[in-house]
Each structure stands twice: as structure tokens, then as C-alpha cells.
T-cell receptor, first 114, second 111 residues
Framework: KAGVTQTPRYLIKTRGQQVTLSCSPI?????VSWYQQTPGQGLQFLFE???????NKGNFPGRFSGRQFSNSRSEMNVSTLELGDSALYLC?????????????FGEGSRLTVL | DAKTTQPPSMDCAEGRAANLPCNHS???????VYWYRQIHSQGPQYIIH???NNETNEMASLIITEDRKSSTLILPHATLRDTAVYYC????????????FGPGTSLSVIP
């Protein structure tokens, strides 16, 4: 069974640009969560989607947004990029809610903002 | 959600048991203890979880104290590949709370 797939794996953007990251969950999983990881802040929760609805949201500005499609694939978008948005963005899927079972993480998308 | 406290770092000799402690003194009766680990540059990996009984799987054992205020993750024979950051998380299995990771414990397995 294929794992969680995140694309692209690496990308470089400049300040002010926007970026879209994609996450394909494990087949049958309906919950997708997004995390930002930086050396200084660790793993920080961005948001969780379940059945195309955002169910939980972390403390990030409105520049960070996401959505989930009917096939459970999810995308997250960051607009007006800042240097501090440079991070590893991780997606995790689970069968139901994010905490009724274990989370399965992808390898992440490493974003560098210049 | 109850908070957890873990030592920031630990060392363990290769082949010995690695015992990683976690304090969760404010845990509620319906909250589970979950453990994940993150090997450098990879996504976190689920290890094990439990409510009040000790649990064991092919990766590790989880020992939860009788008062449930602390737990220990045991890697019985640590290898160099077990070098990672280990996260202890407490959450209610039936709620839809967000899963929050703390700073974890950075385990170094030394040859």
C-alpha cells in the first residue's frame, strides 16, 4: 500500500511569491493534517482536513490556507512568502480523525524562501 | 489537552536498552499516551500508544505507571538507526483535537 506522497519535495521561491504544496494520503484515509517544521519552532500544527472540511486550525496567519478534495488529496497554499516561511512542510494522513489512530507522515516538502 | 515533559536529549550505547521517560502528570482518564519518532530529515513515524496497560509491539514497549502520570518508552536493543527525536503525546482518542508535538527527546545511540 502506497504511503503518503508529498510534492514537490524541494522548492525555492522568492519573497512575495506564493506556493502550493500537494499531499496524497494513504488510500482510504480521510483525514489530512499539515505541519510546519523549523529548527527554532519544531513541529507546528497548521490545519487538519476531514471530508473536505477544515476541522482544526493552528495559530498561523491567513497567508496559510489549505483545502481538501473529494478524493482526500489535499493542498496547502502560502501567499506573500516571507523569509521565515522557509521550512519543512509535512503532511500526515489518518483513517478517521487525526487522533483516533496513528498519523502517517509523508517525507515533506522543503521550502526555501530567498 | 494534558501537557508532556521530556528530557531534551539522551545517549544510549548500541545494543543496550534505551529508556525514554515522559511526564504527563495532568493526564485525564480518557487520554492516551502516544509515541512517535522522527529520524533526521524524515517525517515522524508512529511507534506505539497505550491507555493504562503496558503495551509491546515489534518496535518498542510502553510502560505506563499505575497512576498514569508518567510513562517510559523502551527500545530493547538500540541500534544506530534508532538515533532520532522521540515525541510523547497525550490526547483523547475520541475527540477531534489537533495533535500537537512538543520538542521531544533527541536520542543518540552511540557505537
Amino acid at each position: 500500500k502506497a504511503g503518503v506522497t508529498q510534492t514537490p519535495r524541494y522548492l525555492i521561491k522568492t519573497r512575495g511569491q506564493q506556493v502550493t504544496l500537494s499531499c496524497s494520503p494513504i488510500s482510504g484515509h480521510r483525514s489530512v493534517s499539515w505541519y510546519q517544521q523549523t529548527p527554532g519552532q519544531g513541529l507546528q500544527f497548521l490545519f487538519e482536513y476531514f471530508s473536505e472540511t477544515q476541522r482544526n486550525k493552528g495559530n498561523f496567519p491567513g497567508r496559510f490556507s489549505g483545502r481538501q478534495f473529494s478524493n482526500s488529496r489535499s493542498e496547502m497554499n502560502v501567499s506573500t512568502l516571507e523569509l521565515g516561511d522557509s521550512a519543512l512542510y509535512l503532511c500526515a494522513s489518518s483513517l478517521e480523525s487525526a487522533n483516533t489512530g496513528e498519523l502517517f507522515f509523508g517525507e515533506g516538502s522543503r521550502l526555501t524562501v530567498l | 489537552d494534558a501537557k508532556t515533559t521530556q528530557p531534551p536529549s539522551m545517549d544510549c550505547a548500541e545494543g543496550r536498552a534505551a529508556n525514554l521517560p515522559c511526564n504527563h502528570s495532568t493526564i485525564s482518564g480518557n487520554e492516551y499516551v502516544y509515541w512517535y519518532r522522527q529520524i533526521h530529515s524524515q517525517g515522524p513515524q508512529y511507534i506505539i500508544h497505550g491507555l493504562k496497560n503496558n503495551e509491546t509491539n515489534e518496535m518498542a514497549s510502553l510502560i505506563i505507571t499505575e497512576d498514569r502520570k508518567s510513562s517510559t518508552l523502551i527500545l530493547p536493543h538500540a541500534t544506530l538507526r534508532d538515533t532520532a527525536v522521540y515525541y510523547c503525546i497525550v490526547l483523547r482518542k475520541t475527540s477531534y483535537d489537533k495533535v500537537i508535538f512538543g520538542p521531544g527527546t533527541s536520542l543518540s545511540v552511540i557505537p
